[in-house]
């Protein structure tokens, strides 16, 4: 592992159709700046044996050219054909083989499988597995006017799981020239379930605005773990429920990753 690289071995699960092809030139960049190894891998679950070796010649060809794309880079890609149900054979693979990545396009429609990779990315996020998901909105093309990780967000929310994403952020910063807002959500209200049903209960205002100021001092105590690296950090917090926040900022930041350590 060259500068202990955390991105040695990216794997990137393909089911034939041009949609979930839209992961690869996120890869590709990864690949340019990082030095990772690429794995391009494919899983049929067809039984019947004419329509499975029309599938396997179909994803080899298709592997074989994205294969050629990506050998400039001056990394290692691999191309495989694996049979069994997609999300659980692609997971059971990169565990055996130490994956460092796993970049999945989210809203990708099958192309020559009755599967698709929307469906295997909410199995992906149900199994339990530590290797990280890099998720890629087929909704969002990739034209090369642009580079593709200039901006991350990290929502943060003080713990200590919260921070499992940072290591990769950080590692991402050391390569890229990128703006990274850390980003730390305070709740002014909590659901409580009662005999009348769900209320909300508001907090103290003075209690609110103590939490702000804290979590503007936890952001910039996670800040330093950056010093040395290319990020131009941003701090920000904000009131409200986490996970409207997180989509408004995001939206307003637009084509930005997002980093998120999921529990």
């Avoid at 794309?69 to 054909?81: H, R």
């Avoid at 990779?117 to 199994?127: A, E, N, P, Q, Y």
């Avoid at 909704?139 to 990769?168: C, Q, W």
């Avoid at 105590?221 to 990020?231: D, P, Q």
């Amino acid at each position: 592992m060259e500068d202990g690289n955390i991105f040695e071995t990216i794997l990137v699960p393909l089911d034939g159709s041009k949609l979930a092809e839209q992961a690869i030139p996120y890869i590709t960049e990864l690949a340019m700046n990082l030095g990772s190894e690429i794995v391009l891998m494919g899983v049929s679950e067809f039984e019947n044996k004419e329509d499975e070796d029309a599938f396997r010649l179909a994803i080899y060809n298709q592997l074989k050219q994205l294969k050629k794309m990506l050998s400039p880079v001056g990394t290692s890609v691999t191309a495989i054909v694996m049979t069994g149900k997609p999300a659980q054979r692609t997971l059971d693979y990169a565990e055996k083989n130490r994956i460092s990545l796993i970049v999945l396009a989210s809203h990708g429609r099958a192309g020559l499988v009755p599967w698709s990779l929307g469906s295997t990315v909410d199995k992906f996020i149900h199994l339990k597995s530590t290797i990280p998901l890099l998720l890629v909105r087929t909704t969002i093309k990739a034209d090369g006017s642009d580079k593709l990780f200039n901006r991350i967000l990290l929502p943060l929310d003080g713990s200590a799981r919260g921070e499992a994403a940072v290591p990769y952020v950080v590692e991402l910063s050391r390569k890229f020239d990128m703006d990274v807002t850390l980003f730390r959500i305070v709740e002014t209200d909590k659901s409580v379930r009662s005999l009348g049903g769900l209320n909300n209960v508001r907090f103290l205002e003075q209690d609110i605005a103590r939490e702000i100021v804290d979590a503007g001092r936890y952001l910039v105590s996670v800040g330093g773990k950056y010093v040395g690296t290319k990020a131009n950090l941003n701090h920000e917090v904000r009131t409200g429920e986490p996970a409207r926040e997180i989509i408004k900022i995001a939206e307003a930041q637009q084509r930005c990753l997002i980093a998120m350590a999921g529990h």
